[in-house]
């Protein structure tokens, strides 16, 4: 029998391992170094380096979402495949310890869980991801959700995101994007459906870009409300972009014009800064508040989570974001 239940979001896409490797010029003792014009990281090879700190967390975009949505107060679930070995009982673990419900979370008792290995040095990291085969069979159809959101998934993704992308039409249930690394490489009919299905789409600058030059004819232009422009004539409704330090912008679906300043923090490491960011934005608009003020959520919420090592461990509370808020 399928599980039903009553969300806020449904996630969709990948739950994983992740494991950092924390180090720094000091304690490498000179064996690694970044190449400032390549922007290239070098290691001697055969050597041994020191590193400052080790550390495992679940990881994902689907898994920090599902796992900040939560502590914002509200109700999540994933949809997502994980393995049967001792990492796939920290993804479980975890996730109960959140109170994301693991109703649609399929365990594959053939493969181990995926993994991947993040080396953070100089306030950002390098990570080297493992994609296992899957079939990305996720069964939620008698679920009720307010939103879905549709994110990165490994190999064979394409079923599942026409399966997300028919649920949330046949629903009601608004769409939230953001495609991952193996959907902007793919040019693919199944990603122009999303994006005509999608009410909110998350992309960075450099991403919005990728979808302008796989899926029109404008390319080129750097200005901001041009990028988002031409983003929005592809389908969604809302288009946010993020852009680092410059804050974020959006063009909603009377294409006026939002822009909102980063919020002070101080960098440890990038690592979710975007989840973050969708995290508290899309929360924000579940509880009612404006576009700007959601933008302002985003913000609070990335800025928290980069003051921390991983993409989980600042994820704010509901009463923490309110008070920085308000504050």
Known sequence: MAFMGNYDVICIGDAKIDAFLVFSDENGGGKCRL???????????GEKIPVDKTFFSVGGNAANLAIGISRLGLKSTIAAEIGDDEFSLKILNTF???????????????RESSFSVAITYKEDRTLFSEHIDRPHEFNYEHADTKWVYLTSLGNEWTNAYQKAINYSLENQAQLAFNPGTLQLRE????????LQATSVLFVNKEEAKQLIYGYSNEYGSDDIQQILSNVKALG???VILTDGENGSFALDNDNN???QDHAPSTIVELTGAGDAFSTGFL?????????????QWGNLNAASVIEQMGAQKGLLRKKEMEEKFNG
């Open 236 to 238: 969604p409704k809302t």
């Open 187 to 194: 040019k693919s009919t199944v990603i122009e459906n999303a």
């Open 283 to 295: 929360a924000a608009r579940i509880y009612g508040l404006g576009l700007q003020e959601a933008m």
């Open 35 to 45: 190449d400032e014009n390549t922007n290239e990281l070098c290691f001697k090879h």
């Open 257 to 259: 014009y939002f822009q």
């Open 96 to 110: 109960a310890n959140e109170n994301v419900d693991r109703g649609f979370l399929k365990q594959d008792h053939e």
